[in-house]
């Protein structure tokens, strides 16, 4: 397919994400190669054209592998959080010397879900990015792999690429794999043909998505890189999909891999990342009246709504708002500990504040930390 596609070439600000097993050797340890090749197509997008440029990392457990003595990626939590600790440091050091080759600055941000999906961290995060890109460095965003629990991470940097995006409205996000594009069935069977471009959801009936890389040293697959597409397509923003090796012609516009189009319009809202980067550590179940009132009316959950509670959680915590029925219409913010909610249950908050104070005439999810999940 010939021709420039606009979207990318008239893209101001652009987030880019790489994998790790284009960075590293499958043994682990960094490629200075190919972190150069990177570096130096990165610096002449920002440099020739102005752009800003907002790079989303992985490799920092894998660049930690060999330095640690191990052989593979380790399974258990310790041990990645142990192998990123020492990772992160030479992954950016990596960076800051080779973006130094072009007088480019760079600087480090490590984000958790749990640093985002909160209103006054969202905000923050936003703030902080911005400056980076006005004051003319250049962020390295990568999961907060040192200190993320199983319950606030990402899972994987494609995801949290296209929340980044989102979260610094860019113009367009660019995923690097070791994979040239996405393809409708496995790209090693010499009958498989790669997609050029995906305008929504019916354009990948049929087509079967491999589950992992070729290298074994990252969490991604196709999958991962195909739910990231339909994340940031949703909040207006195109993707292209293809291998790091083609890095250059995708940023130029060049019909290289696969372009997602937009299918949805640009929001500056953090419930997008409430809804794809948060983990819920419990449920509130609702009345019929409390669904009817949260899903149709866009209303806030009062206690009166609440016929029940699942797990444990402190106010502040992301929250599953579910039907009678186990069906999880909303998620949310709790304001309240999950100890104190049984006996606010069923009874208006002017009930509560003239028997427990004025601290108790609030709603427990506020519609503003409120997102309905379309399932």
């Known amino acids: 397919m010939a021709g420039v596609r606009q979207d990318v070439v008239e893209a101001h600000r652009i987030v880019v994400k790489v994998g790790s097993s284009s960075l590293t050797t499958a043994a682990g340890g960094l490629d200075a190669d190919r972190v150069d090749a990177l570096v130096d197509v990165l610096a002449k997008v920002r440099g020739n054209g102005a752009k800003d440029i907002v790079l989303v990392s992985s490799g920092a457990i894998a660049a930690g592998l060999a330095p640690l003595g191990l052989t593979r990626r380790p399974r258990d939590l310790a041990r990645q959080q142990a192998a990123a600790s020492v990772g992160q440091g030479l992954l950016v050091a ?7 080759r072009h007088a480019v600055r760079v600087g480090q941000v490590l984000l958790t879900s749990d640093d985002v999906s909160r209103r006054a961290h969202y905000r923050n995060a936003y703030r902080t990015l911005d400056q980076l890109l006005a004051m003319g460095a250049l962020p390295i965003v990568n999961e907060n792999d040192t200190v993320a629990t199983d319950e606030i991470r990402f899972g994987d940097n494609d995801r949290l690429a296209a929340l980044v995006a989102h979260l610094v409205r860019a113009d367009l996000l660019v995923l690097l794999s070791d994979v040239d594009g996405l393809y409708d069935g496995d790209p090693s069977n010499p009958g498989a043909s790669r997609i050029d ?6 354009d990948l009936d049929g087509v079967s998505i491999g589950s992992s890389g070729k290298a074994g040293v990252g969490t991604g697959g196709m999958v ?7 994340i940031a397509t949703g909040a207006g923003i195109p993707v292209v999909l293809t291998s790091a090796t083609h890095a ?7 019909p290289t891999g696969t372009l997602f189009h937009r299918t949805g319009k640009r929001s500056a809202d953090r419930l997008l990342w409430l809804a794809h980067a948060s983990t819920p550590l419990g449920a509130l179940i609702l009345d019929d009246g409390a669904v009817q009132a949260v899903v149709k009316g866009r209303k806030s959950l009062l206690p009166a709504g609440i016929a029940g509670i699942e797990g444990q959680f402190a106010a502040g915590d992301p929250v599953e708002l579910r039907d009678e029925a186990g069906h999880a219409v909303a998620r ?5 500990d999950a100890a104190e909610l049984p006996r606010l249950l069923g009874r208006s908050t002017h009930d509560l504040a003239r028997e427990l104070g004025p601290a108790y005439e609030r709603e427990v999810v506020h519609r503003d930390d409120l997102v309905l999940l379309h399932t």
């Open 197 to 202: 471009e995906v305008a929504g959801p019916e």
């Open 94 to 100: 990596r960076y800051t010397a080779s973006f130094a």
């Open 224 to 230: 991962t890189k195909v739910e990231a597409a339909r």
């Open 332 to 336: 949310g913010l709790v304001n309240f």
């Open 248 to 254: 250059a012609d995708a940023l130029a516009g060049r």
